[in-house]
């Protein structure tokens, strides 16, 4: 398959190649006002419809034929340029765009729509930065995560999360990208917000399914979020607070057009505020205890241009959780002096990600152009305990401590390179290779006493795993004739763990017919594998979460995705997509039934099943992207399964994030440049759940009688996941009320999640009806009960940009 | 320990902050389910040479404590053998259930002796009820080739000296594995003790009673790699315990192997002159897959289950269209004696209970 592949790209690029005589232009693209390259502009000749889109570095090389030329570049929220000449040789031509000031500017509609409809990428949603901070949120903290949960396709975990399940896979098949950087875990609060600062975000996209072939390491989606790379023109920044966080931005040049910054930060703060309380509570008590929970995440980015065509970029995140309980206690009313004695007790709970990336873009030539990088992915897990007690009237002191620590460390160098042969034509190819450090998890124990015989210092659970993985890829987008284009690649994977290697070979393909102006059809292949797993309950969303990798006994998983799907903008103002998709999932991991999240990581292989997954669906998208009011509608209808030999007893069962019907509306409003408004609105089918409604005694047999937990009954849950929870909607409504002041613009955000206070399902129990005792008629009985999580939840927050 | 408790209560203290949130958002929906009738539930083990004995009960459905479930007295067992009908079952009468007096059982015996080598089943037809059936294979006995004792002092923490220790039995029971084919077993121990029940110091007299007690020595085994299923090691979690001693052949496919178990002792303080004996039975059973699928998914259901953080166990059942289980069990024993038993002329009083 790959070989045939190959020589299929091989011979079509010659053919292209050599077709006609030609000239390029190429250059960068770029906001005038900031200097920021824009990524995913559109540039095409209008005459013959040849056109490309800038790279993930603002650069583009469009090779057109000799003569007079009308080349537009057009992207969402600037005014298009357009631009006539006569091309008589290779030309470098850099474009700026301004921002765009009419939300009405018809020429752009068609720009858009022309990226939609003419592109061979299906499955791919480019989210707009811009707006999704006018969509109301949870406690008023924007976040690129609970946007990707409104699209179809992509289903959300438990209430609050950030987590995302795509198109049937699970929560380890999706790849975090953060400026080409694995991120591993992606969530902060338990799950509640992302590590993603959209202060510090310049784009974001979301592919789930037709991936091109230089995405891999997941199976189900690649969520690719660029940073902003800092204003060359001048000094700028915000500031925001709001109910949980605040956060600072600053941007602006080092060298002026040379060299830029930006700096964010955000750190929560309930800690601090809460500590007066605490202290409070604790005024007439001798335990004294106190505890407190806060996040904070830094991201950081510089870059340099030495020439045109080099430039060097260096950035960073860094990000963590803490959480802390801290006790201390004095008993001093023994009668016996020598037995007073002082306590304290500290139990820390921390994680999180360091991450940073050095990139070198040279272009070669006006048709080459590369990127090299070297990464660094680091994910922490931490867990301690200390235990101190100190004789107040001798020098007996004795101390427990207790760790357990896990976590993955990536480094990672790679170059790509984008070749631009023809103007129907162009090629990525690249290669890679990551040194994966694994940590599984290990527990440190030490007991000091003056008691020497007691001291002890032990570790134990596992010890690091290392692992290489070696990537090479190679992509070619072609235009076959006027209506037909194709991205067709091979993404090759080589992972080596523990004198074990694996091999994946990974076609792609995607095709592009253009069934007329405003209406095309497409068509996607793509196979997928990872090298990694992650351990991980269904019930709850927590940082004990361990990335492993495969192992001889756990193979790769592996991911076969087709796709069909169809876009249209004949609607004025709205595009709409389709899309069908059938996805099947082998190696999958899931823990054994009874077996949990917790412990050494010791023994790991043995907790886990292998089994099989299977998805299928359909998703609809309408999206109005300009005007005073803009946003999508988006609906799926799907079905997602699961098999495992030791699971359910062998039967297929449904997962866990099945959801037959998923919709969200998403709005945006904008009245004047003082007002607008945003509305969310989801929809979704219950969740599957495993409950019992019957009960059963057991084994009742000479020498079968229980001995554990003796006189417990059974519970006759019939299948995994045999019940759906109440359907789960919920609206959200927010208004933004800027003004302009002397410095800047001041915005005050007042959203409402959850405006009429539906109480949707977290957890479901069987539990006694607690009524009334007194009531004659009071009967104990067990009901079901429903736990919600998050009933109406106002929030107010206030930023300011200068 | 403190670091035990300290760990425990912070992922309590998660737990407890989550459900602070949702416990204000509590509420009581309905049930649809549709119409639930109650399940019939099988409980059967054939053994080789043994009448069968087929125990009939009732599921209840959670929500309705005081459920009267119809009755199954007057229910149709029928058993076939190797496909073939041969009897209904004989209702002999009603059993509580010996740990959860608010169930009974319904008894029913055949009149035919369970052979290994065939294939049984246990078909039920009772008014109120769907009608349920179940199938299991009797397999062959799987012999014990030798067993070796030896005396020994049982340190259970050997971190801590001082710990109190005590005297065991340490047995090395050895078979063969059959080939081919997969196997599923039980380690069965019990031991039997006669306890004088007067002062030793003065001569035995007759007219005093021996007390006999029979003890199941439950997870027995646990320290031999291959009964010994832990999972792992873990400060958070309610561990699994591999109470039936139960284990498959997959590491020993076709093998000789010799399992370790041990069995406690009482050096010295067994007077054989006072009629005091112990007697020790241990059994290696050969069981139905269907069996072993029960007792380990059973097991696992007890203690996994109200655990928020793990995902709950099914109960394996080979019941179609009810729960329980029908399996089949040969097993294989040898017994070691201290003292005779019984012996005639000696006044034996017996536990109501076995242990």
Known sequence: MGKSLFSILFFISIFLGLSGQKHIISGYISDKTSGERLIGTNIYEIESLIGTITNNYGFYSLSLPKGPVWVMVSYLGYKSVLLDFDLVKDTTISFVLEPSSSEIEEITIIATNRSNLETTQMSMIDIPVEKFKNLPVLLGEADVMKIIQLLPGVQSGTEGSTGIYVRGGGPDQNLFLLDGVPVYNASHLFGFFSVFNPDAVKSVQLYKGGFPARYGERLSSVVDIRMKEGNEKETHGSFSTGIIASKLSLEGPLIKNKSSYIISGRRTYIDILSMPFQTAANKNYDSKTYGGYYFYDLNGKVNYKFSDKNRVFLSAYLGSDKAYLKDTYKSDYSNNPDDWYESKEKIGLGWGNIISALRWNYLINNRLFSNTTITYSRYNFDIDNEFTEKKLNSNENSRDYFRYYSGI?????????????????????????????????????????????????????????????????????????????????????????????????????????????????????????QFVHLLTTSSVNLPTDLWLPVTRKLLPPVAHQFALGANSSMFRHFDVSLELFYKTMDNLIEYKEGAGFTGTGKGWESKVERGKGKAYGAEVLIEKTKGKTTGWLGYTLSKTDREFENLNFGKVFPAKYDRRHDVSLAITHKFNEKRDIGLVWVYGTGNATTLGYMTFPAASLPNYLPNFYYGQDLVDYESRNNFRMPSYHRLDLGANFHKQKKNGVRTWTISVYNAYSRKNPFILNWDYDYGDYSSPSYSEKKVLKQYSLFPIIPSVAYSFQF | MSFIRGTDKFLIFIFALLMLVSTSCETIIDFNKGDIKPKIVIYSVLMPDSLIIVRLGSSTPVFEPDFKAPKLNNAEVKLFVNDNYVESLQYIGRNQSEYNHTYSFEEFQSRMKANPHDNYRVEVEASGYESVSANCFLPNTVEIISIDTSHAFYQPDPSWPDAPSWSVINCKLKFKDPPDIENYYRLYASYTTGRYSSDKSQPYSPERPVYVEKHVLWGVGGGDPIINTKQEESFFEDEIYNEYSIFTDELISGKEYTLRLAVPNWPGSIDTAYHEFVHYHIELQSISRDLYLYLRSSSAHRVKEGNFFSEPVLVYSNVENGLGILGGSFASSRDLKIGTYPVEGVNYQYSEYDY
């Open chain 1, 409 to 529: 460390q990536d480094f990672t160098t790679k170059v790509d390179f984008d070749y631009f042969p023809s103007g129907s034509h162009s090629i990525k190819f690249g290669a890679a290779w990551t040194y994966h450090n694994f940590k599984p998890g290990v527990t440190s124990f030490s007991f000091d006493s003056e008691d020497i015989e007691s001291m002890l210092d032990t570790i134990f659970g596992n010890q690091s795993i290392f692992a290489r993985e070696y990537v090479a890829y190679i992509e070619d987008k072609i235009s076959i004739s006027s209506r037909i284009s194709m991205n067709a690649g091979l993404h090759t994977a080589a992972f080596n763990v523990q004198d074990t290697a694996y091999f994946s070979f990974q076609p792609r393909i995607s095709l592009l017919f253009m069934a007329g102006k405003k209406i095309s059809f497409k068509a996607s292949y793509s196979k997928m594998s």
